[in-house]
């Protein structure tokens, strides 16, 4: 689901009261006969679509009491704010554009029944306003303030770490949103190159939080160590020679937008100093302690490149010809 970061700390049921719930998210109650029929509905609308039961790759009953979940506490933070949208906005939420072409598919992606969908879109055209309004931070803050309780059935639920996340990373959390609006503009960034959008040969939100991924863990890293760089050092970072001849190509080469990318530059320029004082095997430790943890909705997703661990930018050709026969400089720690 494309919200915002939402910090919900969840938990088993216990009390009595809760008996026949599947979760109980601040004053809301989610019954089990509400996730049943959204699970059948969500079956169904699979099965007109010819696309098997385990496309999300999570059990299809914890990915729609994930989606409940989200929905309830953006609702309820909206309340909060008396945050009001129309059926016109609500209509151009389930009209963005994602990470597909098919409308129906990116619905289903976020475990969404298509036929089924104004309160997902109500509550998507409700975030973007409360964005506006509190800041990713302070949205953040509101919908971490929301704990639901959920029913022990669910065994190790999912969303424990990500309702709401596309990632956690080390003392960091990766929204949704964040995602969304990094692929946006990387979209925009190919358009503007005339470059097509698979030219990355992966889907564009899944290069993105490698990047945003690889770029957390390694300033994490860097605070462990002080490691401090200059603007000048990110300048030279940006500018580093690479395969191609273009710096934006490069850029573009490791899912960067080229023109926001001084935090991809900051990590680089900082990777190299760590490098230095670390060596190797020792930044590799480092690198390798702070496990990020990846919302299934990213199964395929393959956060720490390398040798043994393929990258995501396997077709070079797909960016034109390279000024020399090397792979594409790595996000590798």
């Not at 424990?160 to 990632?167: C, E, N, R, T």
């Not at 080390?170 to 503007?192: C, H, P, W, Y």
């Not at 935090?263 to 690198?287: C, H, S, W």
């Amino acid at each position: 689901m494309a919200a915002a970061a939402a910090g919900i700390a969840l938990t088993a049921c216990s009390s009595p009261t809760q008996a026949g719930a599947a979760a109980v998210v601040g004053n809301e109650r989610i019954s089990m006969s509400k996730v049943s029929e959204e699970t059948e509905a969500f079956k169904a609308a699979l099965k007109k679509l010819k696309l098997p039961e385990n496309a999300l790759g999570v059990p299809i009953s914890h990915a729609v009491l994930e989606r409940l979940l989200n929905v309830s506490a953006l609702q309820q933070v909206m309340a909060r704010h008396n945050t009001q949208v129309s059926e016109t906005e609500i209509d151009a939420a389930l009209r963005s554009s994602g990470e597909y072409q098919s409308p129906e598919i990116n619905l289903l992606v976020n475990y969404v029944v298509p036929t089924d969908a104004r309160d997902y879109g109500r509550a998507m055209a409700g975030q973007a306003k409360l964005m506006s309004q509190l800041g990713e931070q302070g949205l953040t803050q509101e919908l971490g303030s929301i704990k639901p309780v959920i029913s022990p059935r669910f065994g190790a639920f999912q969303s424990q770490l990500l309702a709401g996340a596309a990632a956690v990373v080390g003392n960091e959390r990766i929204s949704m949103s964040k995602v969304d609006q990094e692929a946006e503009a990387f979209k925009a960034a190919l358009t503007k190159l005339k470059l097509p959008e698979n030219a990355l040969g992966v889907p564009i939100s899944h290069a993105m939080l490698q990047r945003l991924v690889y770029v957390s863990t390694l300033q994490q890293v860097m605070a462990r160590h002080n490691t401090q760089v200059s603007e000048t050092e990110i300048d030279a970072a940006l500018r580093s020679s690479g395969q191609y001849q273009s710096p934006e190509i490069n850029l573009l080469a490791n899912a960067v937008v080229p023109t926001d990318a001084r935090d991809y530059g900051r990590a680089m320029a900082g990777q190299a100093k760590l490098l230095n004082q670390l060596g190797e095997q020792g930044l590799t430790q480092e690198f390798s302690s702070i496990k990020p943890v990846i919302s299934p909705r990213f199964r395929a997703f393959n956060p720490q490149p390398g040798q043994e661990n393929p990258p995501i930018f396997s077709d070079n050709g797909r960016f034109g010809k390279g000024t020399e026969q090397q792979q594409p400089q790595q996000q590798q720690g």
